[in-house]
């Protein structure tokens, strides 16, 4: 990070932070250095500065952490997803059409499944269920009777129950098959209902994805058919006078594929597979090639996992064209295509925005130095020693300085082991210890070259800021598997950032952090953010959270669900944009309640304790109902810091 000290320009915080090569589009770095969200992929001019969003919200008396999603975001991708392959598959020629499908369990609020299902509804986008539940929901909400509902995980009699209900009011329900046992039931109740239904197989794939999840796929993945038990299938449902119920073929090798090999190859197989199952007289009339299209979160555009080396057109590309030359060479008819993707969705849509409360720095602490008569020979040293740093400029003497100071640190810590430094001695020698490495650092800020060694104290001297949230509630894939969110202040990008930090949440887990970064080559442990002041509040998004972290989150600490807004743009605002709606978080009485706890309860054993001491004459009454007040509406207010 060597960049002037006196000039500093947007482009030099586009090069820290990768706006524009994560943002998609959605988001850049505004000349004022506010963050912007541009949310509607069509409308370039129609920009959001999302400092203000975040002023009213304050206005509004919303407390932070909070979430912010742009619905026009997501209804961006969803159109440009369903165009792209609308485009694709008319220039290609192909025969079949896109029946898109979004997955229920990369975000499953019903606002967020109400928005894709209604910006989905002209492009016919159904949805997919992986559980009782999310078909529960997708019953209710997939109501448009063109699109399809994907019904994926292992299933038990209620849950075939529940899909045929679906088939009863005419919804295209496609009951996939990923176990052969699921046949069975389904194929007995089929029967005693006296239904037809709509089946899919799900292929296990040789092929493997590449990434985090290349488990998905490959002999030992969990869900799937092989293929002798996809021909068995095929001859058991022929004996059951069902075979022609068989009208899709699935497979999903994994989510975050960060190679676009992976999905050629897999489109080759099962383009292959289908056209086998063609020629023996299966009649599928649809492949469905699962999710997986993956998100650059690091905007480095490569295969490291947390990014990929291709965009969606190239995506949807491979698989129009792939399935177009396979079919053509087998001569068989193109099947119409789903895909399931959510991560691809969503993820952009929202982001958390916090604010950073403190800093913990190993030389914040100031303690005073003064020479004490009698002292050790080492606190003396190491005085002297910053001292010489006034000459160290001339001499270029920093590295002798360093080692120095390294080695006096260390016999310092063996004095006092052993008895022979006090206390007072060896907090003199700490403090004077970071103010040496403070100062080298400064000092060498200037220079061409830095030595090796000595760019280890920029690591030694970085801060730790402390932001009021939780890591597990809101960032779980950061601590769970090491992804990359991108961190950037909301603001103040037109001023260098001189800090290098990483940031520690509020929970009482030292695993509550976020220290991976994007960095300049590769992934950083830390990152340039600026000085904090007193009289300004300082807030950082993490974003990229709509897939997956926005629901995934858990109950550490007793956290709980943030406090939401759902943010419409709009033209004729001089702002560009309104709140529709404000979704509140968690209050402590709502975390306390899901742990079987009862507030009321609660508070009337406080209360009575309270009673006990005033009647004890050591709690005079008034204060007493003053207590107990504030233990109520500490109950019933946010569990994250207050500002
Ligand atoms: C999780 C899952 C998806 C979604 O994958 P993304 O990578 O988020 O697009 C799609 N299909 C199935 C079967 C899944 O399990």
């Given at each position: 990070m060597k960049t002037s000290l006196t000039q500093w320009s947007i482009e030099d915080a586009e090069n820290i932070y990768q706006v524009k090569r994560w943002g998609n589009g959605y988001f850049d770095i505004g000349e004022n250095g506010d963050i912007h969200v541009i949310?509607?992929?069509?409308?370039?001019?129609?920009?959001?500065?999302?400092?203000?969003?975040?002023?009213?919200?304050?206005?509004?008396?919303?407390?932070?952490?909070?979430?912010?999603?742009?619905?026009?975001?997501?209804?961006?991708?969803?159109?440009l997803l369903n165009k792209t392959f609308r485009n694709t598959i008319e220039e290609a020629n192909y025969e079949g059409q896109y029946f898109g499908v979004f997955p229920v369990k990369v975000n499953q609020m019903r606002e967020v499944i109400e928005e894709i299902v209604e910006a989905g509804s002209r492009y016919n986008y159904g949805l997919e269920a992986g559980s009782k539940p999310e078909l529960i929901a997708a019953l209710a909400y997939n109501t448009n009777k063109n699109s399809l509902t994907i019904l994926n995980g292992y299933k038990d009699e209620e849950y075939l129950r529940l899909a045929l209900l679906g088939l009863k009011i005419d919804r295209n329900i496609i009951i996939v098959i990923e176990k052969f046992s699921e046949l069975i039931k389904l194929v007995e109740l089929a029967k005693t209902l006296d239904i037809k239904p709509i089946i899919g197989l799900r292929v296990k794939m040789m092929v493997k994805g590449r990434g985090k999840w290349e488990h998905s796929s490959g002999e030992r993945a969990k869900f799937g058919l092989s293929i002798a038990e996809i021909l068995n299938a095929v001859a058991y449902l022929e004996d059951a006078g069902l075979s022609d119920c068989v009208k899709l073929l699935h497979f999903h090798i994994g989510s975050q594929l960060t190679d676009i090999r992976a999905i050629k190859e897999a489109v080759q197989e099962a383009s292959l597979v289908y056209s086998k199952l063609i020629k023996l007289g299966v009649p599928l009339e649809y492949v469905d090639v699962g999710g997986g299209l993956a998100i650059d979160y690091d905007g480095s555009q490569s295969t490291n996992d947390s990014s990929c080396n291709y965009n969606l057109a190239e995506y949807v590309s491979d698989i129009v064209y792939g399935f177009k030359q396979n079919c053509d060479l087998e001569s068989v008819p193109h099947p119409h295509l789903v895909s399931e993707s959510g991560r691809a969705m969503t993820a952009h849509h929202s982001c958390v925005i916090t604010n950073i409360i403190g800093e913990i720095h190993p030389s914040g602490t100031q303690y005073s130095t003064g020479k004490a008569t009698g002292e050790h020979i080492i606190v003396t040293n190491i005085r002297d020693l910053e001292k010489g740093l006034i000459e160290a400029e001339k001499n270029n003497s920093h590295q002798e300085i360093y080692n120095d100071v390294t080695q006096l640190k260390s016999q310092a810590m063996q004095a006092f082991k052993l008895g022979i430094l006090s206390l007072?001695?060896?907090?003199?020698?700490?403090?004077?210890?970071?103010?040496?490495?403070?100062?080298?650092?400064?000092?060498?800020?200037?220079?061409?070259?830095?030595?090796?060694?000595?760019?280890?104290?920029?690591?030694?001297?970085?801060?730790?800021?402390?932001?009021?949230?939780?890591?597990?509630?809101?960032?779980?894939?950061?601590?769970?598997?090491?992804?990359?969110?991108?961190?950037?202040?909301?603001?103040?990008?037109?001023?260098?950032?001189?800090?290098l930090c990483s940031l520690v949440d509020i929970t009482c887990d030292s695993d509550g952090k976020i220290d991976k970064f994007i960095g300049q080559d590769s992934v950083a442990n830390n990152i340039p953010m600026h000085t904090l002041k007193e009289e300004e509040d300082y807030f950082i998004g993490i974003f990229l959270t709509g897939a997956y972290q926005d629901v995934m989150g858990d109950m550490h600490n007793l956290f709980g669900r943030l406090n939401e807004v759902h943010i419409v743009s709009y033209d004729d605002d001089p702002k560009d944009f309104y709140i529709e709606e404000v979704v509140n978080g968690s209050s402590v009485d709502n975390v306390l309640s899901t742990m079987q706890y009862t507030p009321a309860i609660m508070a009337q054993m406080i209360k009575k304790e309270i009673d006990a001491q005033i009647a004890r004459g050591k709690i005079k009454p008034r204060e007493g109902v003053n207590l107990i007040d504030f233990y109520e509406a500490c109950l019933n207010g946010y569990t994250y810091l207050k500002q």
């Open positions: 949310p509607r992929y069509d409308q370039p001019n129609l920009k959001i500065n999302l400092k203000e969003v975040v002023k009213e919200m304050q206005s509004e008396g919303i407390q932070f952490p909070a979430v912010i999603r742009f619905h026009d975001i997501l209804r961006s991708q969803v159109e007072d001695e060896l907090a003199k020698v700490e403090t004077l210890y970071w103010r040496i490495l403070n100062t080298i650092e400064q000092q060498m800020h200037l220079h061409e070259f830095i030595p090796e060694e000595l760019n280890d104290i920029s690591e030694m001297l970085s801060s730790q800021y402390l932001a009021n949230f939780s890591v597990f509630q809101s960032a779980a894939d950061s601590w769970a598997i090491d992804q990359i969110l991108p961190v950037v202040p909301i603001s103040r990008l037109n001023e260098k950032p001189t800090k």
